[in-house]
Structure formats: structure tokens, C-alpha cells
């Protein structure tokens, strides 16, 4: 594959400057960086706690939470798929069919409801639709070969117009125990849902991070042919994370059966937020990689900036141009940075 | 990928005939679904519907899909394609509808599209932002702006009254009996495809997608040339901004970006399928005809319109497969 699209060093134009000659400035910048994007975090909660009425609040921050839980989800199934894939967007790990994904196994959830069946038999046919959507999307990057950037957008294609077929564009209303329970509040009068996020990011954290697997999964992502001769089974690692994607679209898609009480059209909307999310997570972690935690840190980031600017009556409309402004401040700053001289 | 000198000694027979399949998959898939559609559909070999399939399923996504394939040469992606096609439209259209002459609003258009790629040079040659990342701030930076210019996001009518004539014939004219679209769209592959293979800039801009570190290293001005680049993918994509709100009559904000994944498909259809793995204008558009017939084969079949997009995916994914399939089995 010779068309390269580095996500992270970009296009060096400095001639003669190594990656390892600025090792140690570099490790300084991440920190720096690192510490710089919390801050902003801080930041912006403090803003909006000062100027905005109720933001700060328990209850405010259950439902940034709340409200979070789709997309992080999402971008958390994302993010594994970046960690084992690499930084090359186009060679390397990205999952275009994750929202569509979403869209279907919610259908397939409230289709198998309102046929009568119970929570069980609906939560499992929408995780194994999940799944299933993974594993044709292991089988063509791993099985077939072909680049994720095309084998994921082939499968979005199928997967959105299969929810097409199966909705007819309309809306499948749903109500069962588990979506009464999920969209119901919890303890402190925080969402069910927001407890969901918490207690997701938390499982996928502690596999991802903590466990030999997920270590692997960074050796695979970082330098494949270091892993492959290691004796990393590469290619089950590559299959294994885009099944795990797929499982996470189906786990978003019954949250957002339940957030809407019934599968709606136009799920593929979400696919390019969840992008921006889960490439934006690295700048929360230590050493500029996608991580779960660093993830859901900036899926809360996005939740409470649109929060804030709902609160303070700033127009929705300028949600998506401060999203974009932000990626462009943070990666300008990771990129200013790690070139000190320049 | 790399061209492979396949094997040691002399290839077999079988071994050679697998490479052509290779080296030409693309040409070889068209035929096939073209073969696979003339049979299942009568009505799909005619004179009137190729000619519809070149006007309707080509022209647009064709010009987006060249300018895309601009931005994957040195070595990027744009995605903000779609936002270019936008501002293009937005200017056009508000210009004409201000009672500015058509010719003056088409310039305009054009400058808008430029100015989002100038914008994208900015923050990729001029700061060193990744062409991924760059570009998706641009899209969304360029959907709310479209939305504060349209107050939230209100098409802007042309009224039937009045469209004036210059304007009509952008999109319903015709040049010598060929639909002025289509002479537009030929021209453009036709220049892409000088610039790129012949013109110094074309080579050095496939030099630094290759390989940016020799590029860097042979004294070649890659910041120039990517910025170049990427302000030629505005101005292309820009032209089908301008064809698109000729052909409709109206600026929809936002949507151009329904071109985007088809564009970004097409060009790495193009890329990955052609014999040495490059990005290349005739690679491009055969992956744009590729997707044009499968979609206008599938309504003629008279399949549901929902069941389409599946077919859709479905040809689209087993083309890929296949030769994905056959190119390893072909460098194994």
C-alpha cells in the first residue's frame, strides 16, 4: 500500500530532523500537551460553572453522562479498533461502519420486542448482530485483505441500507422492562445510563489496559512486524478487534433504543462525531495513544461543551464548528509541539 | 503496494494469467457487472440509459472523486470535499439570486471552493496538521458555518422566474449533442489526468505521497506542492458545486456531503485496484463508472429502493474481495 496517511507525525517538512533526536523534547511537549488539554478541560468546566446556571450540579453531570453514553460507547469500540490498528487511518484501524452498526442492532432490537419476545432474546439478537457485523468486517481486513478504510465502508453501506429494509424507514417504537430501567434514574437522581458508561469504560479499561491481551493489542498496533515476530498472533488480534467494535455498536444500539424508546432513522450522523471523539481521546493520555480512559475524557469534554452551550443559551448551531475548531487547536498544538525548533 | 516481480524463473501460465487478472481487476470487474446487468435487465445496454448513467450517476461525483484524488496523491484525504462543494453552491446561488450576472457568480463559486482548500493548506503545509484530522475541523467548522448563513439551515431557492439562461445551460445544456455536464466533467479528468502523469508538479506530488522522506531528502518543495495540492481539490470540487446547484436550482446546506464517501470509494477503488497501487485519474473514474452502473443496474431491476443499497454494498464489497483475494494470491 503505497498511499500513506499518517495520522499522527503528519508530512515531515524539516529536513534531517530524526523522531529520535527530539525524543526527550518530545516526551516534554506530550507532558506539557498532556497537562495543557486537562487544563482546558478544567477550564471549560469552570467557565461554564461560573457563568451558567445549574451546570454545576450533580444532577447536570449525571445527565452529561447520560447523555454521553451512546457516543462514548461508540468511540470506545473505535478507539480499540485505532490501538490495534495503528495510527494509519487508511492501512490501519478505523471502523466507518460502527454508527451504522449502531442503527441496525437497534432495529433488530425493537423488532424482536415488538414481536413479543423478551429482553433477553432482543439484548441477544441485537449483540449478535453487533457481532456478526464485526466478524464480516474481521473476515474482509483479515480473511480477504482488504484495507479497513474500504472494507468498513463497504459493510456501512450493507448495514445502513439492510436497517433500511428493515425499518422502511420508519420508526420501531419499543418499551420493555431493561429500556424502562435503562432510561429510568438511578441512584442520586443520576441516569441509568450515565452509570452505564461509567461501569462500561471501566470493564473495557481494565481489558484493554490491563490486561496481557490489551498489551498485545498495542505491540500489533504500533509495530506489526516487530508483533508478528514476536509470535503475536497478529491476525486473530486485528479479527478480535473489529468483532469487539462490532459488539460495542450493538451495545450502543440498545442504548439508543432505549434513549429514544424505539430504533429511529439517521444513525449514520453519528459516524463522523465518533471519529473526532475517539482520535481526539490521545490527547488525554500520557503518551499521545489512544486509550479508553483518554476517550470517554473527551467524549465528557464534547458532552459538557455542548451541555454549556445549551445552558447558556448559545445556539446548537455553533456546536459542530467549536468541535472542529477544537481539533484543530488540540492537533496544532501536539504538532507545534513536538517539533520544538520549528 | 509495490509492483511484483513475481516469481523466480519463468511464471507458468496460470501464474501469468492470474497477474493480468490482477493488473486489470478493475476493467475486468466493470465488464462484469456491465455483462451481469445486460443480461438481467434489457433495458439497461440501451444508448439512452448509458448516456443516463453518465449524466446522472457520473458527472458530479466524478468531478468530486478527481479532486479527491488530488489530495490522496500527496499522500492525504480531504475530507472536507463536500464542504468545497457547499460554499461553492452557497455563493453561486446567493449571487444569482442577488441579480449578479451568472459568469461573475460562477467565479465567485469557484473562489469559495478555493478558499476552503487554502484554508486546508493553511493548516497542513503551513502547520503541519495531518490531512485526516485537518480536514475533518474544516467540515465541521464549514457545517456550522453554513448553518449561520442560512439561518440554521433554510435552503436558498432559486425561483423558476428567475434562472437565467446562462445558468440553465450549466446543467441542461448541451455542447455539439454531449449534455454540457458531461463536457465539463471530460475536461477535468482530461486535465487531472495531464497534470498528474505529465506535468512536473503531477510527479512530484505522487513522489511525496510515495515516499514524503526521499521527496524531502531530493530537495523537492513538499509544503508547496501539498498546499498546491489541496487548494486544486477545493477549486475542482467546487465545479461540481457549481454544476450541482445548476442541475437543482437550489443551495441545500450540507449537502455535499453525500459525495464524500462515494468519492473517498472511488478513489481507493482506483488506487487500490490499478497495477502498481497509486493514486491515478483513470483508476478513479473507472471506480466511479463502477459505482454508477451498479446503482443505476439495480433500479432497473426494479428491486425496492431499500434492498439497492444493500445490493449496493454488497457488489461493491464482493469486487473488493475478489481482488484483494487474487492480488495476494498473485504476490504470494
Known amino acids: 500500500m503505497s498511499v500513506d496517511i499518517q495520522l499522527a507525525p503528519v508530512i515531515h517538512f524539516e529536513p534531517g530532523q530524526s523522531d529520535f533526536a527530539s525524543a526527550g523534547g518530545g516526551s516534554l511537549a506530550a507532558a506539557a500537551l498532556r497537562a495543557g488539554s486537562l487544563i482546558a478541560f478544567v477550564a471549560i468546566l469552570v467557565v461554564f460553572s461560573l457563568t451558567a446556571p445549574y451546570f454545576l450540579s450533580v444532577g447536570n453531570f449525571g445527565n452529561v453522562l447520560g447523555q454521553s453514553a451512546i457516543s462514548g460507547v461508540l468511540a470506545i469500540g473505535l478507539t480499540i479498533v485505532l490501538i490495534a490498528g495503528g495510527s494509519n487511518v487508511v492501512t490501519g484501524g478505523i471502523d466507518l461502519s460502527l454508527a451504522a452498526n449502531m442503527g441496525l442492532s437497534a432495529a433488530v432490537y425493537a423488532t424482536v420486542a415488538q414481536f413479543g419476545y423478551g429482553d433477553a432474546t432482543a439484548v441477544a439478537a441485537a449483540l449478535l448482530t453487533g457481532g456478526l457485523i464485526g466478524l464480516v468486517n474481521a473476515i474482509a481486513v483479515v480473511g480477504a485483505g482488504i484495507v479497513p478504510l474500504l472494507a468498513t465502508l463497504a459493510v456501512m453501506n450493507i448495514v445502513a441500507g439492510l436497517e433500511l429494509v428493515l425499518t422502511q424507514n420508519t420508526v420501531i417504537p419499543a418499551s420493555t422492562p431493561l429500556l424502562t430501567a435503562l432510561s429510568s434514574s438511578g441512584p442520586l437522581g443520576i441516569p441509568a445510563l450515565a452509570y452505564v458508561l461509567l461501569v462500561f469504560t471501566l470493564i473495557a479499561a481494565a481489558i484493554v489496559q490491563y490486561t496481557p491481551a490489551g498489551l498485545r493489542l498495542y505491540a500489533v498496533g504500533e509495530f506489526p512486524d516487530a508483533a508478528r515476530a514476536a509470535g503475536l498472533p497478529v491476525r486473530r488480534l486485528v479479527a478480535g478487534v473489529f468483532i469487539a467494535s462490532g459488539l460495542c455498536g450493538g451495545f450502543a444500539g440498545i442504548l439508543s433504543v432505549s434513549n429514544l424508546s424505539g430504533s429511529t432513522t439517521g444513525s449514520g450522523e453519528m459516524l463522523l462525531p465518533v471519529v473526532v471523539t475517539a482520535l481526539l481521546g490521545s490527547v488525554f493520555s500520557r503518551r499521545l495513544v489512544p486509550t479508553v480512559v483518554g476517550t470517554l475524557l473527551s467524549t465528557l469534554f464534547v458532552g459538557f461543551l455542548v451541555n454549556g452551550f445549551q445552558l447558556l443559551n448559545i445556539s446548537s448551531v455553533l456546536v459542530s464548528g467549536v468541535q472542529g475548531l477544537l481539533i484543530l487547536l488540540v492537533v496544532s498544538a501536539t504538532t507545534l509541539l513536538r517539533r520544538p525548533e520549528a | ?332
Open chain 2, 1 to 332: 503496494m509495490a509492483p511484483q516481480t513475481s516469481s523466480i524463473g519463468t511464471p507458468t501460465l496460470p501464474r501469468l494469467l492470474l497477474g493480468a487478472v490482477v493488473d486489470n481487476a478493475l476493467v475486468l470487474a466493470l465488464v462484469a457487472v456491465f455483462a451481469v446487468f445486460s443480461i438481467a435487465t434489457p433495458t439497461f445496454p440501451t444508448l439512452a440509459n448509458l448516456q443516463s448513467i453518465l449524466v446522472n450517476n457520473f458527472t458530479l461525483l466524478a468531478i468530486v472523486a478527481v479532486a479527491m484524488t488530488f489530495a490522496v496523491s500527496v499522500g492525504g484525504i480531504d475530507l472536507s470535499v463536500g464542504t468545497a462543494v457547499d460554499f461553492a453552491s452557497f455563493a453561486f446561488v446567493s449571487l444569482v439570486l442577488s441579480g449578479q450576472p451568472v459568469a461573475i457568480a460562477a467565479l465567485a463559486g469557484l473562489g469559495a471552493g478555493a478558499a476552503v482548500g487554502a484554508f486546508n493548506a493553511l493548516l497542513i503545509s503551513g502547520i503541519g496538521i495531518s490531512p485526516f484530522l485537518a480536514t475533518l475541523g474544516t467540515l465541521f467548522i464549514g457545517r456550522s458555518i453554513q448553518q449561520l448563513l442560512t439561518n440554521g439551515g433554510n435552503p436558498v431557492y432559486l425561483p423558476p422566474s428567475g434562472v437565467p439562461e446562462a445558468f440553465r445551460f450549466l446543467a441542461r445544456g448541451a455542447i455539439a449533442g454531449i449534455p454540457v455536464p458531461l463536457v465539463i466533467a471530460a475536461v477535468i479528468v482530461a486535465g487531472a489526468t495531464l497534470i498528474l502523469t505529465r506535468a512536473r508538479f503531477g510527479r512530484v506530488a505522487l513522489a511525496i505521497g510515495i515516499q514524503p522522506s526521499v521527496a524531502r531528502y531530493s530537495g523537492i518543495t513538499a509544503r508547496a506542492h501539498v498546499a498546491v495540492a489541496f487548494i486544486l481539490v477545493g477549486l475542482i470540487a467546487a465545479v461540481a458545486g457549481l454544476i450541482l446547484s445548476a442541475t437543482v436550482t437550489v443551495y441545500i446546506p450540507s449537502s455535499g456531503n453525500a459525495f464524500l464517501l462515494n468519492a473517498i470509494g472511488a478513489t481507493f477503488i482506483g488506487t487500490t485496484l490499478s497495477r502498481l497501487g497509486r493514486p491515478n485519474i483513470p483508476g478513479t473514474v473507472l471506480g466511479v463508472l463502477l459505482l454508477g452502473i451498479v446503482a443505476n443496474g439495480l433500479l432497473l431491476t426494479g428491486l425496492n429502493f431499500y434492498w439497492q443499497q444493500v445490493g449496493t454494498g454488497l457488489l461493491i464489497f464482493a469486487v473488493l474481495a475478489l481482488s484483494f483475494i487474487n492480488r495476494r494470491k498473485a504476490t504470494a
